[in-house]
Nanobody, 115 residues
Framework: QVQLVESGGGLVQPGGSLRLSCAAS????????MGWYRQAPGRQRELVAA???????NYAYSVKGRFTISRDNAKNTVYLQMNSLKPEDTAVYYC?????????WGKGTLVTVSS
């Protein structure tokens, strides 16, 4: 079955950096578009960044220039490098993949940006 396992969240001060990882199994990873979403308290889940099988990326306007999504097909892993973090980036971050018409989600990893 499809499994997505996120890691790398934590508490960081404003202006700091974190790198999130998502290890995937049960899919043909190299052919899959992978996405990172986030959900802050009281808000809807939103797309943060996505990367296609060919490496094309897209980002939410709010994170452009600060976040970078990348993938390692040999490790079936997608990353989200987050720099210049702001308090408004505080959220649970989820990994996502679509396979056979179904959306799959990880359990999420909490990122808290606070002094």
């Amino acid at each position: 079955q499809v499994q997505l396992v996120e890691s790398g969240g934590g508490l960081v001060q404003p202006g700091g950096s974190l790198r999130l990882s998502c290890a995937a199994s049960g899919i043909i990873f190299r052919r899959s578009t992978m996405g990172w979403y986030r959900q802050a308290p009281g808000r809807q889940r939103e797309l943060v960044a996505a990367i296609g099988s060919g490496g094309m990326t897209n980002y939410a306007y709010s994170v452009k220039g600060r976040f970078t999504i990348s993938r390692d097909n040999a490790k079936n892993t997608v990353y989200l490098q987050m720099n210049s973090l702001k308090p408004e980036d505080t959220a649970v971050y989820y990994c996502n993949v679509g396979a056979n018409g179904i959306d799959y989600w990880g359990k999420g990893t909490l990122v808290t940006v606070s002094s």
